[in-house]
Each structure stands twice: as structure tokens, then as C-alpha cells.
């Protein structure tokens, strides 16, 4: 039991029900580890030298989050590891993903094309935007920020409505989505990606590894992939399921790669970009491009990764 524990692990309580620090246990109680390491659950036990009286040995335990975000410190050996209560499940076959893996182009000496994320068996290829964050949460556009006359001094100075609206942005202090989708744009892509497949109740999703908070072990059994030296694992379930983070924390989608079995349509979010990549029929395309919710570029396979036209 202790070796499976680690930080991130959905756990039940088995143990009696009991009360910590006002905050109460009963047996099947649902919880998360967010510290799986040795702790002391005596408080200020390290007193007991400096007060001159006889020093017991602590007990030692591991740090829980309940779902009402009350956190305890309790002892392992009741503790029992559970699969995460998650639309998604772990995906075993690797192969389900072999046919875009293969596909894929090498980096290039002179950059990265889109070919080398996104397939290009797909006929046509876009950019969603992520919007930028305003100084009360409000999104912003980048259409806004590239045409705001604050911006206008500026632009001599970038060849690129890129580098333009990232300097206009840093400049006003607004805060971006890089590398994952915001819950907002996140839910309009999958209401409209849903209706351009014939199973929105079976995709498969890649989530990056390196994310902190997305422990693989959380989904034991799922394929390990390789894309471009970026490590993912696998998962399967409805096209909603993307819209619940797999992370112990983070409440934004941190999905990276999702595709229905039907194969109609390809989602990327590289963690280095500030956009999504999606890739599916041009009449696709064109309907997101002329979604309100979204702010989406029409790109080639051979253009440049990083560069937004």
C-alpha cells in the first residue's frame, strides 16, 4: 500500500471514522493525496525538547485534500487507491494512435512545421486563438490588441502581428493561455467539433506528462506515446471529457491531443503556443472560422509552427 501511494492519488478512506483539526472522516470517504511523503501529524512535537519533558515518537501520516478542500493529515495503512472519478480512462493500446504518429514530419533545420504535431492526412488545417486574459478576467482578442492605438508605436518595431500583439500584451499586463486551452474557447470547440464527428462519445486524448499536477500514475495501465520528444499518455472516453482537467489542481482542460476513432477531426495544443491547432475537413474549418466564440487563422502543414500570420 505505501508503495502506490503518491502525490496526485485518488484515495478512499478505510480506516474508523474519525475527526482531525475539525475536519471529520468516515469510512468510503473519497479524498486526493497532495502530500504523499512522511509528516509529522503532532503538531509542534519538535517543542517537546526546548520544554525539557520526554519526547515521543511522532505520529507520521499523509497530507489529504476532501472534496470540500479541507485538507488532513491522516496515517497510511488506512488508506486505499482508487481510480480517479474522471470521464477519461486509461487507454492501454498504443496503436490507437500509430496512424498519426507515423505521419508525422521531422523538425526542420530551419523551424518546426505544423506537419510535425498535426497530420496531414487531414485536407485542411487552423489556428484558434487563445485569448488573452483582461485586467478583470475578461477575454481579449487578438484582433483587439493587434488594432488597439496603444499598439501603434509599436508596430514599426515587429515585422509580425505575433510579436506585435505579444509586446502590446506584456506591455498592459494581460496574461496568457500558453499551452492549454481556456475553459471557455475549450467548450465551444468541443460543442462544434461534436457535431462533426459520428462518435463524440469515443476519443482519444494525449495528455503531456510533464504537467505537475498530472501524476501518470493516476491513470495506471494507460499507453505511454512519444510525439517529437514530448511524452503523453493515453486516454479514452467522450468528447466532453476533455473539458474536465485531468490535473489535481488545475481547473483549465490540460488536454493536448484529442481525436474521435472516426478520425474526422485532430486537436493539438503544443505547451509552447499560445493557439490550438485544428485540423479536419475545409468545410470544418470554415465553420469555426466564422464561429463567434472563436478567433481562428486559417494556416498550411508547411507553415511555420510558432508563427501566427
Known sequence: MERDLWNGADVRWAGPEI?????????GDRAVVIDAGRHHVTSFSSLYTVAGTTR??????????????????????????LAPDHPLTPEPDGEQAAWWLDQLDDWGRDGIPVSAFVPASCPAVCQVLHPWDGPDGEPVRWHTLANDPGAAELRASYQTRDGLVHAFASRSGLGGHMGELDAVTAAALVEVLGHATTTPDDVFVAVWVGWGDVPPQRFPGAAEL????????????PLTGVLDSV????DRPTAGLWWPTDRAWFVVTEIDLEWTFVA?????VEQLQQDPRLEVIRTSFDAPLNHCP
Not at 19 to 27: D, F, I
Not at 66 to 79: I, K, M, N, Q
Request: proline share 7%; net charge positive; hydrophobic share 35%.
Open 56 to 81: 515521543t515518537r511522532p505520529r507520521r501520516g499523509v497530507v489529504l485534500r476532501l472534496p470540500d478542500g479541507s485538507e488532513v493529515t491522516v496515517p497510511r495503512r488506512h488508506l486505499e487507491v
Open 226 to 237: 512519444n510525439t517529437q520528444g514530448r511524452g503523453h499518455i493515453l486516454l479514452r472516453g
Open 280 to 284: 479536419g475537413s475545409t468545410a470544418l
Open 19 to 27: 475527526t482531525r483539526a475539525g475536519v471529520s472522516l468516515r469510512p
Open 247 to 250: 490535473a489535481v489542481d488545475f
